[in-house]
């Protein structure tokens, strides 16, 4: 059983949160903090209810080495900005200064510690590094969906010797909202699935299409199931060994009355340029050296149309190359359809939550995902490690 925050007695107790603070950095000035408000509702539960925090993050891949541009040093400053007060920053995040720090915090502190991956043994799931970590604090709080798909010793290793355990607000959210979604969903539910490749979300179009009233497919991977019915794709991206395994997700919507709806009509280009000639064509009347970068008007019409009864809308990844703007329309369309919808929508994935962003609707969205891997992962059907660990 699952404990929360809101839960768990942390009256003059330390408690040791493992947030995702992995923000974009330029030049060390934060260019976008919404990971790291996101957990400031489980901060300020412990803080209000006479507790001290100690957070602890990754940021970026330093490869287990000291790397300054790879500092949590720009988020204490941020931290401290939006809550109102200091946040103590250490230059570390295992060792004796660290330790004497935590012992001496006082009820309403809070400690930074610097970037777990600076030391190898976070990624190797170490646990003689995860029972330091655990040694800080009286209590373990995981608030880091987006590695909770990882076995990493701050959400995995860590929980094995915790005193007590339990998950912050943004994983509530993320499961509560993915058990609406996934297991008792308002129907129709439908899922919009794109990016480049098959291959990455094979596990995820397999489980989708056992549970899903109707299947819209875009992005890079459209082309796959293009030519797996025969259509000529030019020189549109395309995985030729999955081709038998797109067939198999169509027999199987067929086999469950659900429907897979891929593009009728996209943008092609001679070449992935902003310079790039390109014009709209139907999917039968691709040229042999073109490649399609985007679905098309008449895609997002037949879009709209499946989606005008949803009851329930996942999303995850784009519909073509939005960062170039020639591409774009078709990415930033399903934005409109799926922000204008009244059904329950959850949007998932680094790329189609830049979309969001970028297009001022993410408010219009019932709830979008911090993650990118774990979100996929949990539509996978999978259970991830760092959730399990706090349920045993």
């Not at 499961?175 to 098959?198: C, D, N, Q, S, W």
């Not at 593009?263 to 042999?288: F, G, L, Q, R, S």
Request: glycine share 10%; aromatic share 6%.
């Amino acid at each position: 059983m699952l404990s929360y925050v809101d839960e768990i007695e942390v009256k003059d107790k330390k408690v040791f949160i493992r947030a995702d603070f992995n923000v974009p950095l330029d030049q060390g000035i934060i260019t976008d903090d919404t990971r790291i408000k996101s957990t400031l509702p489980t901060v300020r539960s412990v803080l209000d209810r006479g507790g001290s925090v100690i957070l602890a993050s990754h940021l970026g891949r330093p490869k287990g080495k000291v790397d300054k541009k790879y500092s949590l040093a720009p988020v204490a400053d941020r931290l401290s900005e939006l809550l109102g007060k200091e946040v103590m920053f250490i230059e570390d995040c295992i060792g004796k200064e660290v330790e004497e720090k935590a012992q001496h915090l006082k009820p309403g502190d809070i400690l930074l510690l610097e970037n777990l991956r600076f030391h190898p043994e976070e990624e190797k799931n170490d646990e003689g590094f995860a029972r330091k970590l655990a040694g800080l604090a009286d209590i373990y709080i995981n608030d880091a969906f987006a590695v909770s798909h990882r076995a990493h010793a701050s959400v995995e290793a860590i929980t094995r010797f915790a005193g007590q355990k339990g998950a912050g607000f943004l994983i509530k959210n993320e499961i509560t909202y993915f058990k609406k979604a996934m297991g008792e969903p308002e129907r129709p539910l439908i899922a919009i699935i794109g990016g480049a490749k098959v291959s990455g979300k094979l596990e995820v179009l397999e489980n989708l299409i056992q549970k899903v009233d109707k299947l819209l497919i875009g992005g890079g991977m459209a082309f796959t199931f293009l030519k797996a019915e025969g259509i000529e794709i030019g020189k549109s991206l395309v995985e030729d060994d999955l081709l038998d395994t797109a067939r198999k997700v169509m027999k199987k919507a067929d086999e469950r009355g659900a429907k897979v709806i891929l593009p009728v009509d996209c943008v092609v280009a001679n070449k992935v340029d902003a310079e790039a000639e390109y014009k709209t064509t139907t999917i039968n009347d691709i040229p042999a050296d073109w490649l399609g970068l985007d679905i098309g008007e008449q895609t997002l019409k037949l879009f709209k149309e499946a989606i005008k009864d949803a009851g329930t809308i996942v999303w995850n990844g784009p519909m073509g190359v939005f960062e170039i703007e020639p591409f774009s329309k078709g990415t930033y369309g399903v934005v409109d359809l799926v922000a204008d919808s009244p059904a329950l929508s959850i949007v998932g994935g680094g790329d189609t939550d830049v979309a969001l962003h970028r297009s001022g609707k993410s408010d219009k969205i019932s709830f979008m995902s911090t993650a990118g891997g774990a979100f996929l992962e949990l539509l996978k059907g999978e259970t991830l490690p760092a959730i399990k660990a706090l349920e045993h």
